[in-house]
């Protein structure tokens, strides 16, 4: 089990005893019931998972940042509050290398600015349909975490965020020597079903 009160969160075990864990952040007005049978969806059995509601209000459901201007301070703020959880969950027994965060859209955007600055290698990073936030001198804060393999994937026809973007924070990443594996579809801005093989497949690559 794991405890938490940092978020309002749900825990579901793995259906092998494992010691793989994977942290998953929602989307902007979003929540954690979407992803409440995600372990069934994801067929990863070696796999726990920490479902993650974000720490503000939004439209119904959560979200992890305000809008522009806004942004900015809420990314650090959320940033810094997972970087308590990683390190309670470390306490607890999870070690950096066996932890996965899996983020959706704006939970995409946490998880990356989490892997680009968390002073630790983590087991891997997957985001959905997401995007960057890229702080000035960010290239500084790349050390042990810049052996953490992180796997991409985007829309062209998602009207949302526009995949273009992705693409140049992509870019971006390689540049500074990060494992970045970027796969690019024709869907909108969704998790879509086709997907999760694809990600099965990489995670159980990395948890060999």
Sequence with gaps: ?????????????????????????????????????????LRIP??????????????????WYGDPPFQKDGVLKT????FHLLQELELQGWKPENIFLFGFSQGCLVSADIAMNYPKKLGGVVGISGYFHFFPRWKRNLKQNKQTPWLLTHGSKDDVLPIDDTKFG???????????????????????????????????????
């Design 79 to 82: 940033r810094k509050k997972m």
């Design 170 to 208: 992509v870019e971006k990443l390689r540049s500074a020597g990060l494992k970045v594996d970027f796969i690019e579809s024709k869907k909108k801005h969704v998790l879509e079903e086709r997907e999760y093989p694809l990600i099965r497949r990489w995670v159980e690559q990395r948890t060999r």
């Design 46 to 63: 070696e796999m726990n998972y920490l479902l993650l509601n974000a720490p503000r209000k939004y439209s119904g459901g959560f979200s």
């Design 1 to 41: 089990m794991i405890v938490t009160d940092l978020f309002k969160s749900r825990f579901i075990l793995a259906r092998r005893p494992s010691e793989k864990l994977m942290v998953v952040l929602h989307g902007k007005g979003d929540s954690i019931k979407p992803f409440l049978s995600f372990d069934e969806e």
